[in-house]
């Protein structure tokens, strides 16, 4: 279960939880996932810019990770960067 607050005891909002939430639920996802996996629709210029504020909200907490795809941004959860780096050292 993902706790309110973050590292350094900064409070997370309940709609970036919820963003974070659709991210360990279903990743990797870009903004439009994450709408879509909260039952949001719109202009997908708007909904990216909205949710687009809450991943880098969450990278700056280092619970998620990002990078740049073309024209917009794929997050995954920091834990599965971790494991995914042990994976590879355990490989050789």
């Known amino acids: 279960m ?10 997370i909002s309940s709609s970036t939880l919820k963003v974070l939430r659709a991210i360990n639920s279903r990743w990797p996802a870009n903004s439009n996932d994450i709408a879509r996996e909260l039952g949001e629709d719109g202009n997908a210029k708007a909904v990216s810019a909205k949710y687009l504020y809450h991943l880098k909200k969450l990278e700056r907490l280092d619970l998620i990770q990002m990078k740049r795809m073309g ?22």
């Open 2 to 11: 993902v706790s309110l607050f973050a590292k350094k005891d900064h409070k």
């Open 71 to 92: 024209n917009t941004y794929v997050a995954w959860p920091t834990d599965i960067e971790k494991l995914r780096v042990i994976h590879e050292m355990v490989r050789g």
